[in-house]
């Protein structure tokens, strides 16, 4: 039996419904934001079914997002707690927080 780790799932990002996911067996794990314009993403939930928690999956949903803004010169609002403690982790990604 193998073991899921976060660095083999495959993150997509849909931008018409504004949010990265992973497909995992019958759900999504996923990172939800609002677009305001070429200003800002507002990350607003991360979800992550019970049983793939604690992988390390919504961090990896909150990084390609992040990584996302960085690539299109915006900058993040974290609603979500998560993807704020996220951010406080990772000090390298403070630059993009407004």
């Given at each position: ?8 799932l495959?993150?997509v ?6 949010l990265?996911?992973?497909?995992l ?5 996923e990172?939800?934001y609002?677009?305001h314009?070429?200003?800002?993403l ?8 019970r049983e ?12 390609a997002?992040?990584?996302?803004a960085?690539?299109?010169?915006m ?5 979500c707690?998560?993807a704020?403690?996220?951010?406080k982790r990772?000090?390298e990604y403070?630059?993009l927080?407004?």
């Amino acid at each position: 039996m193998s073991t899921l780790t976060a660095s083999h799932l495959r993150i997509v990002h849909d931008l018409f419904h504004k949010l990265f996911y992973i497909k995992l067996r019958n759900s999504n794990a996923e990172l939800r934001y609002v677009r305001h314009a070429d200003q800002y993403l507002d990350f607003t939930a991360t979800s992550v079914p019970r049983e793939f928690r604690n992988l390390g999956i919504a961090g990896q949903l909150v990084e390609a997002g992040l990584i996302f803004a960085r690539e299109q010169n915006m900058k993040v609002k974290t609603t979500c707690s998560y993807a704020a403690d996220y951010v406080k982790r990772h000090p390298e990604y403070k630059d993009l927080i407004i």
